[in-house]
């Protein structure tokens, strides 16, 4: 008996996603990339301009790299490009009818010497255009020789509430209103002075401030105003603060009963240095910079996690400069320590402080790895543990032996710096980002740890598979190869299995 077909018996042929209001159409697009649902523009009439109406837009033109092609063919193909990702970037905003715009990511990275001053221009007056769709989080990385964004509405629009500049550098104009901007990140070169004050005052919202301060350039030679070199990062609900100082003589002061997370960095200063925190409710720190000229007004009693390196001034770091560091952080609960750091260190063990409260510590190798002396290093792990009695996690993150390659060399070594008493305590244990270089050495060092870690529970090292058939001294000790995993599957479980029964 055959049943006769109705018409809605065919579902195949029914449009359902047409009869889908476009709000709703727009919702589904904005899972795709912006190029591929520019593409539904081809299915209809209807469809053509939907792709343009997406809440968050995200543009991005990356140069073309061909190692057998010309570069000046290269160029010469990138700027055509450049023009239809402008002329794109146009249309969106043509036939966007008014929707506002909730995020907005232009991202142009540019790999030859020059490129034409219209294409500067064009990126300047359609980052204006945008502004006016309502923009609540921008984004904006320009990756340009020499460029640095000449659009001053960018710091007057109110309904911005995150703001992005990853460009060489931001010009700041003279009036900065931007009454409800919560996040700002940016780069500021030259006289920063008054630039870093007209954004604190113009943001009065502003919980995080991210900035990067290039003074290297800088040659003021007609002022010997004490006061014009004071860098004041005091905001008056700031929380989140990182400062990356490159070059230059300045003091900077961060002054804030609000601050809960500060990240300082100065590689290669090379000026004279002088920083000035008084910030008596932080609970994160972050500190990679010469360690002389720092004073700290006030006991860092809030401080839970912190993370101490010299960074790229290795030769401005002495002993008692980095005992003074640790004396400041001893209340944390969390610990990372560069390499650099510990072999400073080595020379004043017997005046470190007693870490009651650190449950986790990482090391970090070094910024000079062909020239930190890792033995010294390593030797002074032993006086730091011995001050962490509750010491429970301990991550090596890029960390190096040196030129320790024999096997007894190694053996005598890991006794010394971490000692089996030490070990056994230890319930978990991470490795991050190891040398390949150094990885039998490194398979050496987990071997080691696994046989003595009587209390480990927890072993996450990312080398290879070997790692699964040491011996171990804890039964319940359960190792987590996120490599291996990926590959393998179920293999590692099977293997995990073999290796306790064994």
Not at 125 to 134: D, K, T, V, Y
Not at 434 to 449: R, S
Not at 480 to 491: R, T, V
Request: hydrophobic residues 45%; aromatic residues 8%; proline residues 4%.
């Amino acid at each position: 008996m055959m049943m006769k077909s109705t018409p809605g018996s065919d579902v195949g042929s029914v449009d359902r996603i047409s009869a889908l209001p476009d709000p709703l159409i727009c919702h589904i697009l904005s899972f795709l990339p912006l190029k591929e649902s520019a593409a539904t523009s081809v299915l209809s009439t209807r469809w053509k301009f939907l792709f343009a109406s997406l809440a968050d837009i995200d543009l991005q033109f990356k140069s073309t790299y061909r190692p057998n092609v010309r570069k000046s063919v290269l160029e010469f193909i990138d700027s055509q490009r450049l023009i239809k990702f402008l002329y794109l970037a146009w249309r969106i905003l043509q036939f966007r009818d008014g929707v506002p715009i909730t995020k907005l990511t232009l991202s142009v990275f540019w790999i030859y010497e020059m490129v034409d001053k219209k294409f500067r221009s064009l990126i300047d007056s359609w980052i204006s255009a945008a502004l006016l769709f309502n923009v609540q989080e921008l984004k904006i990385f320009v990756s340009i020789r020499h460029y640095a964004i000449n659009c001053p509405g960018i710091f007057a629009c109110k309904t911005l509430v995150s703001l992005r500049l990853l460009v060489v550098s931001t010009e700041v104009p003279s009036l900065v209103v931007l009454p409800n901007l919560k996040v700002l990140h940016m780069s500021l070169k030259g006289q920063v002075v008054d630039s870093v004050r007209r954004l604190i005052q113009g943001c009065p919202l502003l919980e995080e401030l991210d900035v990067a301060l290039d003074l290297q350039s800088v040659k003021d030679e007609e002022t010997n105003d004490a006061e014009a070199d004071v860098v004041d990062f005091s905001g008056p609900s700031i929380k989140r603060l990182r400062i990356e100082l490159w070059g230059g003589d300045c003091t900077v002061l961060v002054d804030s009963g609000v601050l809960e997370h500060l990240a300082y960095g100065a590689p290669r200063h090379d000026g004279e240095h002088q920083v000035i925190f008084n910030v008596p409710n932080l609970t994160h720190l972050s500190y990679s910079a010469p360690a002389i000229g720092v004073n700290f007004i006030q006991n860092l009693n809030s401080l839970v996690e912190a993370s101490i390196g010299a960074g790229l001034c290795k030769d401005q770091l002495n002993s008692r400069d980095a005992i003074v560091h640790l004396i400041r952080v001893k209340t944390v609960k969390s610990l990372s320590l560069g390499q650099d750091f510990l072999e400073a260190l080595y020379d004043s063990q017997d005046f470190l402080p007693i870490f009651k409260n650190l449950t986790s510590l990482t090391l970090v190798g070094s910024c000079y790895p062909d020239e930190t002396d890792h033995i010294l290093s390593w030797k002074a792990l032993a006086s730091l543990f011995g001050k962490a009695p509750s010491l429970e996690a301990l991550t090596f993150s890029k960390v190096c032996l040196g030129n320790v390659i024999e096997n007894e060399e190694l053996e005598c070594l890991f006794s010394e710096a971490l000692p089996i008493c030490f070990i056994k305590l230890l319930k978990e244990i991470e490795f991050k980002f190891l040398y390949k270089e150094e990885e039998e050495c490194q398979l050496k060092l987990i071997e080691y740890l696994l046989k003595n870690g009587k209390a480990l529970k927890i072993l996450m090292p990312s080398v290879c598979r070997r790692i699964l058939l040491f011996k171990r001294g804890s039964e319940d000790c359960e190792i987590i190869l996120d490599e291996a995993k990926k590959y393998f599957g179920d293999i590692c479980d099977d293997l995990q299995e073999t290796s306790r029964k064994g």
